[in-house]
């Protein structure tokens, strides 16, 4: 896990970005509609378990090295990560059999649900990240970049990594 952390700014630039690039080349292919449609998917799927898995290598580290009480748990946000995560696939792969989920109540609340977690995920990395920095408990004014930062992740991975790289070499 430590491994996507430890990347330089441009890897993980690319590992983040290049799926959602095949996605936009594919409709230059000559390729069936339902081609691309698979490929989409499976690109759209690889891309957020990608993501996931930056997220949740940041928060393991980030949790290791804040010593401030009042930190965000780590706990739940693994939790909410690994329900959004498994909500992500589960839909995709639903999607590539043809049942469409979102006509069904429960998997609407799911998928609502799944959104909150995401959020959730963005406020634990940036306040986690700011804290660190700062070494103190911070306000929500003084995140909310670092959050909309990771929210925009193909610009804000050239903002926001240098600084996790910085934080973890200076503890």
Do not use: C
């Amino acid at each position: 896990m430590n491994v996507i952390s430890t990347l330089k700014t441009w890897q993980l630039f690319m590992l983040l970005s290049f799926p959602i690039a095949f996605i936009y080349l594919s409709f230059f292919l000559p390729l069936a509609t339902d081609t691309i449609f698979l490929f989409t998917n499976i690109v759209i799927m690889v891309n957020g378990i990608i993501m996931l898995l930056w997220f949740i290598s940041l928060a393991i580290l980030f949790d290791k090295e804040n010593e401030i009480e009042k930190k965000p748990s780590v706990t739940y946000f693994l939790i909410n990560i690994l329900l959004a995560g498994i909500y992500m696939v589960v839909s995709i792969l639903f999607q590539l059999f043809g049942i469409n989920l979102l006509e069904n109540i429960v998997f609407i609340l799911i998928h609502l649900y799944s959104m909150y977690a995401i959020a959730y995920g963005l406020y634990f990395l940036s306040k986690s990240l700011v804290m660190l920095e700062k070494n103190r408990n911070v306000s929500f004014r003084e995140y909310i970049k670092t959050l909309l930062l990771i929210w925009f992740y193909p610009i804000g991975v050239w903002f926001v990594h240098p600084r996790v790289k910085q934080v973890l070499n200076h503890k």
